[in-house]
């Protein structure tokens, strides 16, 4: 059974989801540097597989509700791999704005220390389009 949600419902939900990823991404990294003593990189792992464990099961329940069950181990593989090249977009899209865009031009002054925010700003909208569409068309489907 396909989701009852109109696309703009199921992307505001998707967003809401992500807002609460964030902060259990953030508590998981605290929980593997303080608590099991990983070091930045392998925390960074760490909370990144929880948050994403917790985005894909509150998508699966909110977002894109009836999608069949018995394919549930599968279809968190293909969500942390979509969300994974999701990440790599946000992360071009800001070298492209804070780096590229910056030396492409003589910016001075506020609008070239304002630079490394737009692109994060960027990289963030356009990471969580991708995410979306390949959670909407790819995943969840």
Do not use: H
Not at 79 to 97: C, E, P, Q
């Amino acid at each position: 059974m396909p989701s009852s949600l109109r696309p703009d419902e199921q992307f505001v939900r998707f967003a809401a989801v992500g807002v609460g990823g964030l902060f259990v991404d953030m508590g998981a990294l605290w929980v593997a540097l303080r608590l099991f003593g990983l070091n930045l990189y392998a925390g960074r792992v760490f909370s990144y597989l929880v948050a994403a464990t917790f985005t894909w099961a509150c998508n699966r329940t909110l977002t894109f509700a009836g999608v069949p069950a018995d394919r549930a181990l599968r279809q968190w593989a293909r969500f942390i791999l979509f969300n994974a090249i999701g990440g790599i977009v946000n992360f071009a899209v800001y070298v492209l704005v804070a780096v590229k865009l910056r030396d492409a031009y003589a910016w001075t002054g506020q609008v070239s220390a304002m630079l490394p925010y737009l692109g994060v700003a960027c990289g963030s909208v356009s990471g969580l389009a991708f995410n979306f569409l390949a959670s909407k068309f790819l995943v969840f489907r």
